[in-house]
Antibody, heavy 121, light 111 residues
Framework: EVQLSESGGGLAQPGGSLRLSCAAS????????MTWVRQAPGKGLEWVSA????????YYAESVKGRFTVSRDNSKNTVFLQLNSLRVEDTAIYYC??????????????WGQGTLVTVSS | QSVLTQPPSVSGAPGQRVTISCTGS?????????VHWYQQLPGTAPKLLIH???NRPSGVPDRFSGSKSGTSASLAISGLQAEDEADYYC???????????FGTGTEVTVL
C-alpha cells in the first residue's frame, strides 16, 4: 500500500526556516516525481514545488521561487522541502504527493496527511 | 489567485445529480492539458477522484464522472449521498505559469 508521511512542520518566525520531510513507502520511490501542495487555513489548494525522479530537475511556483528548495534522497525514500525566508502568508498545511505523468499531463495519485507550518511572531 | 474558476458551492438533495464546473483558459485546459479532480472530506487530505478528464481510479464509485470541452471541464455526481459532502477541486497545468494549477474549490452540500 502506498503511504506518504510528512513531518517537520511547526512554528517559525517571519524570516525563519523549516525543513519538511516526506517519507514514502509501498512503491518504487525512485520511479516517480514528487510534488508539494499547500493549503492555507480555510483556503484552497496551491501547488508549491516538484522534483523529478532522479532529483536533478526541480520546479517552483512563483510565490516560493528563490525561498524554497525541494530535494530528494532515493536511498531513503524521502523528499524534502526547505523553507527559508518564511512569510506569514506561508502559513499552511503542506502535503506531499506522488505524481503520475500521462502524456503531457500530471496528476497527484496519492497524498500524505500533511504537516502544519505556522509563521508568526 | 487561481486561474481555474469553480462555483464556491453547490447543493442537492439525496439521490439528485449535481455538476461542478471548472473554467480555465487557452493557456491551461484550452491548451489541451487534461483536467483532474480531487475530493477533500472535512479535516482530511485531498483524494484523487478523476484523472485524465474522465477516468476513475479503482475504488471510486461510478456515480462520479468527468468531462472536458474547450476551455472548461465538469464533474458530475449522480445519486448524491450524504458521504459526498466535501470540497472538490479541479487541477490542470498552465503553460504560461509553467506550473500546476488548482481550481478555486467547490463545497458540495447534501440537503
Amino acid at each position: 500500500e502506498v503511504q506518504l508521511s510528512e513531518s517537520g512542520g511547526g512554528l517559525a518566525q517571519p524570516g525563519g526556516s523549516l525543513r519538511l520531510s516526506c517519507a514514502a513507502s509501498g512503491f518504487t520511490f525512485s520511479g516517480y516525481a514528487m510534488t508539494w501542495v499547500r493549503q492555507a487555513p480555510g483556503k484552497g489548494l496551491e501547488w508549491v514545488s516538484a522534483v523529478s525522479r532522479g532529483g536533478d530537475t526541480t520546479y517552483y511556483a512563483e510565490s516560493v521561487k528563490g525561498r524554497f528548495t525541494v530535494s530528494r534522497d532515493n536511498s531513503k525514500n524521502t523528499v524534502f522541502l526547505q523553507l527559508n525566508s518564511l512569510r506569514v502568508e506561508d502559513t499552511a498545511i503542506y502535503y506531499c504527493a506522488k505524481e503520475i505523468l500521462v502524456g503531457r499531463s500530471t496528476y497527484f495519485e496519492r497524498w500524505g496527511q500533511g504537516t502544519l507550518v505556522t509563521v508568526s511572531s | 489567485q487561481s486561474v481555474l474558476t469553480q462555483p464556491p458551492s453547490v447543493s442537492g438533495a439525496p439521490g439528485q445529480r449535481v455538476t461542478i464546473s471548472c473554467t480555465g483558459s487557452s493557456s491551461n485546459i484550452g491548451a489541451g492539458y487534461d483536467v483532474h479532480w480531487y475530493q477533500q472530506l472535512p479535516g482530511t487530505a485531498p483524494k484523487l477522484l478523476i484523472h485524465g478528464n474522465n477516468n476513475r481510479p479503482s475504488g471510486v464509485p461510478d456515480r462520479f464522472s468527468g468531462s472536458k470541452s474547450g476551455t472548461s471541464a465538469s464533474l458530475a455526481i449522480s445519486g448524491l449521498q450524504a458521504e459526498d459532502e466535501a470540497d472538490y477541486y479541479c487541477q490542470s497545468y498552465d503553460r504560461s505559469l509553467s506550473g500546476h494549477v488548482f481550481g478555486t474549490g467547490t463545497e458540495v452540500t447534501v440537503l
